[in-house]
């Protein structure tokens, strides 16, 4: 397997001349999600779990079919542990709600990295200041990396939730996120894991890390825009309150009082995003029919070879770990005195998509070491 056999399955890089580099922030689509979202339309349109005809019941059973998909894919022990969400993002603020307002005190802590998603930060903010907990970071040495000394220091007694990215989607250091939710349980916290930049490149195994909750969003894993997935421990996800609610999370509505339905549904309020739901589980067939292993081999020979090329430019500054078995995929690299905007619309010019920040980002490792 080559990577122009995999090219020829997208057709929108089929129809375009680029290079596309951004799948850090989007993945494009292959033709296999693409044509599963056309035949849910085609052949069984209709709203999951709200109907007794023979449409509606085809529609739940795909729904349901990705959810033990997805249970499998990352080894949970029950599909009742799938819940689904808009994204990444939306998946942090569930837990933000619905754990973190309800679990945290006065001087409590949180524990992210500064390497975090803001996804994985903001909403942390405001549990922080809603209920007087601490917000602490773990920073990151030389090597763009988070050292054993760093996460001991940091996760503390007093620490009741560890947040962390198991890739960073700006310097594309792999977190040793087994050590960390070790010591994070070790010192009575639960741990939370940010898997939106590493389940397209590699396996994870929820049980095995023992995560007591997981994240990741479809649309970085060639799945569409618009759906997410929390994984939660069902001990956990059983004492939690919902913050969405509406329609298909309840058992019995009377006038002054609701309750609610079981996992999954009581944090899936209204009509879902079926169709994404539907294009996620094509996405993870097609990952699985590539393989892992084959993911990995040719990510591996690309990374290099674009590493290499690179270390030769004098005008260049790379933001990346000399550490190659902690580093997956995202290259950060700055342009000396060249703002990243026009570095980016330059090469646009020339059919090559990459993402572009701000000024102030471009000194990615000064803002995360402090």
């Known amino acids: 397997m080559n990577i122009e056999n995999i090219r020829k ?29 056309q035949e849910f339309y085609e052949k069984y349109n209709a709203n999951p779990h709200r109907g007794a005809y023979l449409l509606s019941v085809k529609a739940t059973e795909k729904y349901e ?5 997805i249970a499998k894919f990352i080894n949970a022990k029950s599909s009742q542990e799938i819940i689904f969400s808009k994204n990444a993002t939306e998946s942090f603020n569930l837990l933000a709600y619905s754990y973190g307002m309800e679990n945290l005190k006065e001087n409590d802590e949180i524990v992210i990295s500064i390497m975090e998603h803001h996804s994985n930060l903001v909403p942390w903010q405001k549990v922080a200041r ?4 601490k917000l602490k970071y773990m920073y990151i040495n030389d090597e763009f990396e988070i050292s054993e000394e760093e996460i001991e220091k940091k996760i503390t007694n007093n620490t009741k939730i560890v947040a962390i990215t198991h890739v960073s989607n700006v310097l594309g ?38 995560a007591d909750f997981a994240v990741f969003s479809g649309h970085k894993m060639l799945a569409p825009l618009g759906i997410g997935v929390l994984y939660g421990k069902k001990e956990l996800l059983d004492k939690m309150e919902p913050f969405l609610m509406g329609g298909d999370m309840i058992e019995y509505v009377y006038e002054q009082k609701t309750t609610f339905a079981q996992l999954p549904n009581k944090f899936e309020a209204g009509t879902q995003n079926v169709e994404g739901v539907i294009g996620l589980g094509a996405a993870l067939d097609y990952l699985e029919d590539i393989g892992y292993d ?24 790379l933001y990346i770990t000399p550490n190659k078995e902690n580093h997956c995929s995202v290259i950060s690299f700055n342009i000396k005195g060249v703002h990243p905007h026009d570095v980016a619309s330059i090469l646009d010019s020339q059919g090559v998509c990459v993402r572009s920040r701000k000024p102030l980002c471009t000194t990615t490792y000064e803002i995360f070491k402090y």
Do not use: C, W
């Not at 087994?178 to 049980?207: E, F, N, R, T, W």
């Open 9 to 37: 399955d997208f057709p929108i890089l089929n129809n375009k001349n680029i290079t596309y580099l951004d799948n850090g922030a989007t993945t494009q689509k292959p033709l296999k999600v693409i044509n599963a979202i």
């Open 65 to 69: 079919e990705t959810r033990e998909k």
């Open 130 to 133: 809603v209920t007087g907990a």
């Open 173 to 210: 250091t792999i977190n040793n996120i087994d050590a960390i939710i070790k010591y994070a349980h070790k010192k009575g916290a639960i741990a939370i894991v940010d898997a939106a930049q590493s389940i397209p490149h590699m396996k994870l195994d929820v049980q095995k890390l023992d």
């Open 294 to 317: 084959n993911i990995e081999k040719i990510e591996k020979e690309v990374v290099d070879y674009a590493i290499q090329e690179l270390s030769k430019l004098n005008y260049l500054t």
